[in-house]
């Protein structure tokens, strides 16, 4: 905008330059009605300026939502009342929207008049390309005189909080969890009712029965007490882990290792809530980030609010992070663990735990090399296949730079 500005005003300085030569080469008077002429044009346009910026009562409000995922179009819509009793006439609204490309965070619109005790609705849009917590402001308007010499401007400190989440893609077949509490299908019962827990049945009260589990309406009915019984469900645990270390962070913006890996853990972490699956998470970014057990979409969403603002600012190796937590992890679980395929000599110490604890390991690995230059991504890939397979008689599934993740899950499982 004030490129637009100077550009007038050198326009106008040449224009003055010229009938300023012309008045010299005509007659003084000449030069005088010019001066006046200019200077009463000038007087009047800021005393219109000053009117519009101190008379008019401007009211602003912006509706946008607060979740959107990566590459996705933010819609805003931002309400303009004037409150004054004077109308408004030639000005800008701008809107600072961080979330968009450099070269779009600075969204203008031109109105020409709004009427006293009227309102406008704009709305306009922007692609967010890159995942992050924003803060959308402040709004900035603009007054200009009626030859669009001068401006005055207002800043309207008018914030809205946006979350740009990773894009998930669709994980069409995953690895079978092996381990976790399987269903009882009625055979043994449980004394107590829980979250884990299906209504079953109805049995006689036997010695130790709650009296909450009393069902009145059959004792009363059989004239003798009858409780309610109930059947285990199936629950199964994972964990996922990785870490974004930040001198392993190969690669450049949306082809690095840090995105791909909250890209994967995102939609990992997806796929398991909607089956059902108790998660947690524990990562190292800027620091260790522990999320608990727990199911369901409030769940994900505190999940997709951390991989979000994830950093790969990690000063400690993935082995350090795993020998802090291991004891952590539960007996009877499913560990995912995220990685490069330079970490694999840690993988020893992660599979001892099937062992020791009757943890199912699930190794995602990165293929670093295709993240530095350019490459055969295949025979990379099959190398770092062939080279874990025969050290740990395992399949992992491995990801390149430039795979499609999705068709990855599908191809290995």
Known sequence: ??????????????????????????????????FWFLTTTIVISLFWLLIQYFGTKLYLSRAVISKIEEDDILELETMVKNNGLLPIFNFVIEDRLTCALAE???????????????????????????????????????????CNLFFLKKVYYLYSEVYVYPRTFRVPRFPELTRGILPWFGINTTNLSGDEDDFYGLREYKPGDPVKRIHWISTARKNKIIVKEFQRQSFFRATIIFNLEKDK????????????????????????IEKDISLEIIAHTEEVVHIPFNKGAGHLEDIL???????????????????EFSRYIPNDSNLIVIMLDQDWKYLPAMLSLEKGSNVSVIPLILVSSTFLYSFDKQKLAKDVQIKLSQAFNITPILFSRGDNLEEVFFKYY
């Open 1 to 34: 905008m004030l490129k637009v500005f100077l550009k007038k005003w050198i326009f106008l300085l040449i224009i003055i330059i010229f009938n300023f030569i012309i008045g010299l080469k005509t007659s003084i008077p000449f030069f005088y009605f010019f």
């Open 104 to 146: 779009e965070r600075q969204k203008s619109i031109l109105l020409n008049y709004l009427a006293p005790k009227s309102l406008l609705n704009l709305k306009y849009s922007c692609v967010c390309p890159q995942r992050g917590k924003y803060e959308i402001g402040p709004i900035t308007v603009y007054f200009f005189d009626p």
């Open 249 to 272: 962070n190969f690669g450049e913006g949306k082809h690095s290792v840090a995105e791909y890996t909250i890209k994967i853990a995102a939609s990992v972490a997806k796929y398991l």
């Open 305 to 323: 609010k951390f991989l979000t603002i994830a950093k790969a600012e990690s000063r400690v190796s993935t082995y350090e992070l795993f020998q």
